[in-house]
Nanobody, 121 residues
């Protein structure tokens, strides 16, 4: 069992930055792959970024070059640095853990409760 708790969301202006954190507990952090997803009102939850146990990363095209995912195995924490934010980035952001390095939502077994990110124009 894995518990995930996101933090760092908030209100920011267009062009601003935020760093999301996801603290985990339970199963050994370094043994699973991690991802960030987001869900805007009226839309399905979509993939944002993933980081594998090896450190390999993947990004959605919409955030490539603006967002960076990283992990600190010593702190059992995964981060999402978000720069050059746009109003269309407004969503609830979720971190998730998986036994597979994947961009597919259904491959993620454990989820956090989400943190709201709002980008004003």
């Amino acid at each position: 069992q894995v518990q995930l708790v996101e933090s760092g969301g908030g209100l920011v202006q267009t062009g601003g930055s935020l760093r999301l954190s996801c603290a985990t507990s339970g199963r050994t952090f370094s043994t699973y792959d991690l991802g960030w997803f987001r869900q805007a009102p009226g839309k399905e939850r979509e993939f944002v970024a993933a980081i594998g146990r090896s450190g390999a990363t993947a990004y959605a095209d919409s955030v490539k070059g603006r967002f960076t995912i990283s992990r600190d195995n010593a702190k059992n924490t995964v981060y999402l640095q978000m720069n050059s934010l746009k109003p269309e980035d407004t969503a609830v952001y979720y971190c998730a853990a998986s036994e597979f390095y994947s961009v597919l939502r259904n491959n993620y077994k454990y989820w956090g409760q989400g943190t709201q990110v709002t980008v004003s124009s």
